[in-house]
């Protein structure tokens, strides 16, 4: 297949036809040696991936801090330049292949739909039990005082840089590719850098290391799904069989939870991009709007709605500062503090965002062409950043409101992370209705998890073809399916969530070097471009 400047060999027949079999093969190798080792050895490997989570992000914290704040100023300079910001991703007669109302739900279903539903309870919660001003004395624990720094702290993990990991992978990808005429591959947006240099291991390597960090990224996400999932049933039929000590799910009810979604994912990934997943992403976007509609109407709205402008103002006042201060360990116990907290969670949520890149930053460049850079950024980093603060400030907003009065007397703080939004909806409403809503959440979560790991698999077979969209062969999306359920449900045994996002931080870092250079590269072509 000659790509130019360089050439990225598929075979021309066999099990691979049509893929390239170094870049298709080699990640189901090493992912299948890691289900091996888990699977015989898991009490080792879940110790051993604990203290490589523990070491990467002491020792590569401040890296992960800084090259997703590089991604944010990158893209929000690309939209305010006239000169960039009036680019089309294409040619000049391409119209947009979807609407904006399509488009903008396959891009917040794929990106982050099942993190919303977890999250969105959990994390204003935690944070206004402890954030760093807590730690430094700046407001109280379990405060009013303390809800506007939870609120700002939640919402830099969610808001403009968290998106712009999206968004520098998917914009260069989509330039490089509609307007320059490159396939749909990541190691194309790295032409300017390394021109027909691409063709061999070096080409081969980047594409490989992109597959990985999708999978251990679609794990993690998958595994909080699996869990909610879980819970959800549980808050509608009761069963004690899906719930164990402190509302924690089963290994059982995961496993179900994990069979489920995965062969329906692989159902809608066979169906393609214009049906299974355009209808699941409208459905899940509609699901979404009723729920927070639920919030609107029968949680703490006026808290919400004030906590959503002042979060704003906030925000984007300390945004420089908190994404620029690194906590590094010293004798100080307060430091020591900061940096554990900010590996749990800042460092943390860069790793998953930048583990998902990849795959999201193929998907938004896939269903963006025809849009200009500026609408790009707008709609998928700003809007996005937008609807998570909707999520939070009336589903958290209503579950702080709760905790804060009283009224839960710590129902939520103390319950189980997969439960805490299940906790609240049983609050505001009456048994038989919270039944209800409990349905109608357990629906909208597999919609989300199934519109997220389907598009994984599609984004893997676009990479392993040399970047064909169109690869959706039935034979290699159940073989996908199967690795992804193996590789999740054995790391569940071996260690829970803990052990899939320790793999998922580790996994995240090659490809974050990647993206650091997608981004030099993009820029660069940018800066040389005259074809405006």
Known sequence: ?????????????????????VVALTPKILICVMILWVGIYPTEAGSFLMEMQLWSTQALGAWYIYATAFFMIACLLLAMFPSTGNIKLGVQSDKPEFNTFTWL?????????????????????FHLSQNPDTIRGISSSLNVDNVRN????????????AWACYGVVGISLAYMSY?????????????????????????HTIDIVAILATIVGLSVTIGYGVSQFASGLFNITQFDWLVGENSQPTIGAQLLGLLLIIGASCLSAMSGLHKGIKWLSNINMILSLVLILFFMLFGASVFAFKTFFITIYDYLLALPEMSFTVWNSNDSEIIGKLQSWQSSWTIFYWAWWIAFAPFVGIFLARVSKGRTIREYVFGAIIVPSLICLVWF??????????????????SIINTDISNQLFATVNLITSEGFAATLSVIIVILLLTFLITSADSGILIINTLASGGSSDRREVKHIIVWGVIFASL??????????DALRSVMIIGALPFSIVMVLMGISFLKTCLEDEDY
């Open 488 to 497: 999740i449900g054995t790391l569940l045994f071996a260690g829970g969530m």
């Open 393 to 410: 400030a009336f589903i958290g907003g209503t579950a702080i409101d709760l905790e804060l009065s009283g009224e839960a007397q710590g």
């Open 179 to 203: 307007k320059k005429g490159l396939p749909l591959s990541v190691r194309s947006v790295l032409q300017p850098l390394f021109g027909k240099y691409l063709s061999g291991g070096l080409g």
């Open 150 to 161: 939870a609120f700002k702290w939640t919402l830099l993990h969610n808001g403009l840089t």
């Open 105 to 125: 739900s396959m891009m917040f279903g794929a990106g982050i739909g099942i993190g919303m539903l977890t999250y969105s309870t959990a994390e204003p919660i």
């Open 1 to 21: 297949m000659n790509q130019g400047k360089f050439q990225i060999e598929v075979e021309a027949g066999g099990f691979y036809k049509d893929l390239n079999r």
